[in-house]
T-cell receptor, first 111, second 115 residues
Framework: DAKTTQPNSMESNEEEPVHLPCNHS???????IHWYRQLPSQGPEYVIH???SNVNNRMASLAIAEDRKSSTLILHRATLRDAAVYYC????????????FGKGTRLSVIA | GAVVSQHPSRVICKSGTSVKIECRSL??????MFWYRQFPKQSLMLMATSNEGSKATYEQGVEKDKFLINHASLTLSTLTVTSAHPEDSSFYICSARDLVGRAQYFGPGTRLLVL
């Protein structure tokens, strides 16, 4: 899988929007951009994924750069329950290739 | 959504004993399951990939004789840590992929403490 680069940590105020960046300059044409998050002492949780177009779901939005070399996960209103480590991962959509986790971004939310 | 369960959620054992961790896909069939390990303040590290009915594929540096993986059915995989030692203490997380192979779902993790 191609490598991703994320900031080690970010901080947000509660009820403010949060933009979590991810760089993936070596992304290939078949790589999907996946975002997972891990709350303390839990397994990872799926957040969103996309290929080229921006994506929205009930949890977040994913903005993908036109050249696909970077993307941004957007949490529209951060809550204390959003405090977690967020992982940006590249993977082809089908097949047996596992998700390979980098270090992710630790998001702290301040009340 | 799809659910993956793990049992036990927490286990404490003496050094030298073996520990079995079960991973089940509750509402879908999983041809492929993955086992990860996570040490404190570190990311998840893939240990092995198992396909139903065949031998697991281990990542480099993971001892297959120490970490026995069995994937006997489409809904159950087990990881047995044999002759556990304190350095095996970690958070073990399983993950399952559905038959279509698109989504990967994670279990809640098992915290192992070896005394």
């Amino acid at each position: 899988d191609a490598k991703t680069t994320q900031p080690n940590s970010m901080e947000s105020n509660e009820e403010e929007p949060v933009h979590l960046p991810c760089n993936h300059s070596t992304i290939s044409g078949t790589d999907y951009i996946h975002w997972y998050r891990q709350l303390p002492s839990q397994g990872p949780e799926y957040v969103i994924h996309g290929l080229t177009s921006n994506v929205n779901n009930r949890m977040a939005s994913l903005a993908i750069a036109e050249d696909r070399k970077s993307s941004t996960l957007i949490l529209h209103r951060a809550t204390l329950r959003d405090a977690a480590v967020y992982y940006c991962i590249l993977r082809v959509l089908s097949g047996n290739t596992p998700l390979v986790f980098g270090k992710g971004t630790r998001l702290s939310v301040i009340a | 959504g799809a659910v993956v369960s793990q049992h036990p959620s927490r286990v404490i054992c003496k050094s030298g004993t073996s520990v079995k961790i079960e991973c089940r896909s509750l509402d879908f069939q999983a041809t492929t399951m993955f086992w990860y390990r996570q040490f404190p303040k570190q990311s998840l590290m893939l240990m092995a990939t198992s396909n139903e009915g065949s031998k697991a594929t281990y990542e480099q540096g993971v001892e297959k004789d120490k970490f026995l993986i069995n994937h006997a059915s489409l809904t159950l995989s087990t990881l047995t840590v044999t002759s556990a030692h304190p350095e095996d203490s970690s958070f073990y997380i399983c993950s399952a992929r559905d038959l279509v192979g698109r989504a990967q779902y994670f279990g809640p993790g098992t915290r192992l403490l070896v005394l």
